[in-house]
């Protein structure tokens, strides 16, 4: 589906681009993107199922939950906590 909305909504080539996108997740569901996503992110909580996991995320927050989207946010945008 991700592909299919990059394609028909954006008119680009997930494939492409994938190496400058960043995906961020914090559950076993997500592991399908973690292993798509170079720069795939998971949110602190996701170490509760990290044994689980085949397919890692590249980096994970030092927070849990919605702090630790925020904390990626505050990453991408002001450049703190790099």
């Given at each position: 589906?991700?592909?299919?909305?990059?394609?028909?909504?954006?008119?680009?080539?997930?494939?492409?681009?994938?190496?400058?996108?960043?995906?961020?997740?914090?559950?076993?569901?997500d592991e399908p993107?973690?292993?798509?996503?170079?720069?795939?992110?998971?949110?602190?909580?996701?170490?509760?199922?990290?044994?689980?996991?085949?397919?890692?995320?590249a980096w994970i927050?030092?927070?849990?939950?919605?702090?630790?989207?925020?904390?990626?946010?505050?990453?991408?945008?002001?450049?703190?906590?790099?």
């Amino acid at each position: 589906m991700t592909r299919i909305l990059f394609k028909e909504v954006f008119k680009t080539d997930l494939d492409a681009i994938k190496e400058n996108l960043i995906f961020i997740g914090d559950s076993p569901n997500d592991e399908p993107m973690f292993e798509y996503f170079p720069n795939a992110v998971g949110v602190a909580n996701v170490l509760e199922f990290f044994d689980r996991l085949v397919f890692k995320p590249a980096w994970i927050t030092k927070d849990e939950g919605g702090f630790g989207f925020a904390q990626l946010a505050e990453i991408l945008v002001l450049g703190k906590g790099a």
